[in-house]
């Protein structure tokens, strides 16, 4: 199976201490039924449980749903750990509630997917394919 032939792999995880996973479990039943396979963490996850996970499950992309007000904290904990198993390859994307002050911030350090409350779950799923197909494709 060639590389654009085998499904994306997504690994959604609910970092720190947050226990609202309604949208993380949306998302990830959505990209399930795009085609994607995907991968729920669970709720609690340390951003070093999150790293391994991914190592171990050879993703795509990390979907990080951060409710908490964390992100600053988790997300780039989470990418610095990606880089250090060396997956700076693997897109990041998250899902919460942003200022908007952060989100520049989120992108400049390697977020490539910022969504809130009501972004249509048709959204992330072509997002996600454009990021990960359009980099192989290219």
């Known amino acids: 199976m060639s590389k654009t032939e085998r499904k994306i792999r997504v690994l959604i995880a609910k970092p720190g201490l947050d226990g609202h996973d309604r949208g ?32 171990q499950e050879d993703v795509d992309v990390v979907g990080l749903s951060i409710l ?10 989470v990418i610095e750990l990606l880089k250090s198993n060396g997956q700076e390859h693997v897109k990041i994307f998250l899902g919460g509630i942003i200022p908007n002050e952060d989100v520049i911030k989120l992108q400049e350090i390697g977020v490539t997917g910022i969504y809130g409350p009501g972004t249509l779950t048709t ?8 990021g990960v197909l359009g980099e192989v494709n290219n």
């Open 123 to 130: 959204q992330i799923v072509s997002d996600v394919r454009m």
């Open 24 to 55: 993380a479990k949306v998302v990830a039943r959505a990209l399930r039924d795009a085609g994607m396979e995907v991968i729920y963490t669970g709720l609690r996850q340390t951003p070093e449980m999150i790293a391994e996970a991914a190592l």
């Open 68 to 77: 908490s007000g964390a992100h600053m904290a988790l997300a780039p904990r």
